[in-house]
């Protein structure tokens, strides 16, 4: 008998696969600092139970699962950066388990799931979730895993059926309990047992009724809050409207192409090409021999690929306020790459394969080059927060900092005082004793006035911190300042590929008889 037998191959493919997708988790994991959401979900984790609980129904966006959790993996590990960023990692892994089992329910042939792993492995939208210290890697674990569980109950036998069931609820409970949107992924299993499966009409009914009541206790918590606070417009107001081309702009994120827009028109082009394949593919293989789970498999998964992501837009369009992004919507990406890969293992045409091998070979070179250069969607907060302590050392008196921007101070805040207390929580930047020493002593002098009008800044010496997105050129902070008699000096900047976050140090010499004070040491030429 032979050894490398192709079942023996495929298998030694999948596990390869699997192990490139922890290592693409691993990869640079710590290399950022925490940002403003995800320092959010430590200063939430920090509190006692009934604080967290308090804390979470102010927020009343998110569920407390994750919170939870986070405290009792801090609890373990402490919060040092890779220890924490390491939860999400963990969870984002684990879901690559409910995803081959659905690709088995699903009667895939090995190669195919192999492929669809592979994929996911290197998708970049995947692995920056799994890198990203809040719910969303726990909320594509549950909801792959309900998606799974449900095909199982619509397969089982009337002897399976119970314990099914029972399973698909517990794992829904879990679902809405990781995020709100789990309900949708609800929704859209009573609309296709509405659908095409009746005869389970009851048995998920009873189901959704038991998810509903474990619910409830959060529910009225987070409602009251929500109403207290008087509505969510405050976490809300934020979120654009979506255009129809947002929704093609998703499933390509999704597809992973959102990292590389310059190459976005051609490939949005063929991936539409191959969605219309996968659907024509599905309805000429539906009556062949041996082909029948093919039409299944597609429109099975294609109901829950298309059937959220078309119920977030028409609710966004139609409330008052957009729910629409694709971190909510984020359990759709794993679906759809399957549903991408299906077509050129079962369709019968040359070019098609051909196509889709060039451009997986094109986008995986393009990945690979992406991964190994680094993220470029993550702010390195903490070094500007150094680099802004470190120019004031040699400066005696309250280091006075005013955030222009909703939300700028927060990085300052945190970092500030976790050099006070001699911490190391969500620090990605090396820093030796002594820096960290010297660091903390002008930290202690550091005052920040959060969400101000420029207007209303005053002092003979202080800071402005801001964000690009925020200001025109013509009208920047700087050239305000000017028109008050004050002189900027250079200007310390970090940022990503959406915005830059900018703290200068103004002078002011109406607030100073004689003229400009002394200068820290940041402008001395």
């Avoid at 050129?344 to 250069?373: N, P």
């Amino acid at each position: 008998m032979k050894y490398w037998t192709p079942r023996r191959i495929q298998t030694w493919v999948f596990w390869a696969l699997v192990a490139l997708y922890i290592a693409a988790r691993a990869w640079r994991l710590a290399a950022i600092c925490l940002d403003g959401d995800e320092i959010f979900s430590v200063t939430i984790a920090r509190g006692g139970w009934a604080k967290l609980t308090a804390d979470a129904a102010r927020d009343s966006v998110h569920p407390p699962t994750f919170y939870y959790l986070l405290k009792l993996w801090v609890s373990l590990g402490g919060e040092s950066l890779l220890w924490v960023r390491t939860l999400p990692a963990l969870f984002s892994i684990l879901s690559l388990a409910p995803l081959v089992l659905l690709c088995r329910e699903l009667r895939l042939r090995r190669v195919e799931i192999n492929c669809a792993v592979g994929v996911a492995a290197i998708n970049p939208l995947l692995i920056y979730y799994s890198q990203h210290l809040r719910m969303y890697s726990l909320l594509l674990l549950c909801a792959t895993t309900s998606i799974w569980l449900f095909h199982r109950v619509l397969r089982a036998s009337s002897r399976d059926l119970t314990m099914r069931i029972l399973a698909l609820t517990a794992a829904n409970v879990a679902l809405v309990y990781s995020h709100y949107y789990g309900w949708l992924v609800i929704g859209f299993e009573g609309l296709y047992i509405l659908l095409w499966k009746r005869d389970r009409f009851w048995p998920a009914a009873i189901s959704s009724a038991a998810v509903l009541a474990a619910f409830g206790p959060w529910l009225y918590v987070a409602a009251k809050a929500a109403i207290a606070k008087g509505g969510l417009a405050s976490n809300l107001d934020w979120i654009p409207k979506p255009a129809l081309g947002d929704v093609a702009w998703m499933l390509a994120e999704f597809m992973g192409f959102g990292d590389f827009p310059e190459a976005i028109q051609p490939v949005a082009w063929v991936m539409f090409g191959m969605l219309v394949a996968i659907g024509i593919g599905a309805i000429a293989n539906r009556g062949r021999r041996g082909q029948a789970n093919y039409g299944h498999a597609v429109g099975f998964l294609a109901f829950f690929v298309l059937g959220p992501m078309l119920a977030a837009f028409a609710a966004s369009v139609m409330m008052k306020d957009s729910v629409w992004g694709q971190r909510h919507l984020i359990f759709v990406a794993q679906p759809l790459l399957v549903l991408c890969v299906l077509p050129f293992f079962r369709l019968r045409y040359r070019a098609v394969r051909i196509a889709g091998i060039l451009m997986c070979a094109f986008w995986s070179c393009m990945v690979l080059v992406h991964l190994i250069q680094g993220d470029d969607k993550k702010t390195p907060y903490d070094t500007l927060v150094f680099r802004m302590l470190a120019s004031e050392e040699r400066t005696a008196g309250p280091i006075e900092l005013y955030a222009l921007d909703r939300y700028v101070h927060y990085p300052f805040w945190f970092y500030s005082e976790v050099l006070r207390v001699g911490g190391v929580t969500g620090i990605a930047a090396p820093l030796t004793p002594a820096s960290r020493q010297r660091l903390a002593a002008a930290a202690e002098r550091l005052r920040i006035t959060e969400n101000v009008s420029l207007e209303d800044v005053r002092g003979a010496h202080f800071w402005v911190a801001y964000s690009s997105k925020w200001w025109l050129p013509l009208k920047s902070p700087q050239i305000i300042l000017a028109l008050r008699n004050c002189r900027s000096g250079p200007a310390l900047s970090t940022g990503d590929r959406y915005h830059t976050i900018s703290a200068i140090p103004v002078w002011c010499a109406d607030a100073q008889p004689g003229g400009f004070p002394n200068e820290s040491p940041l402008t001395r030429q």
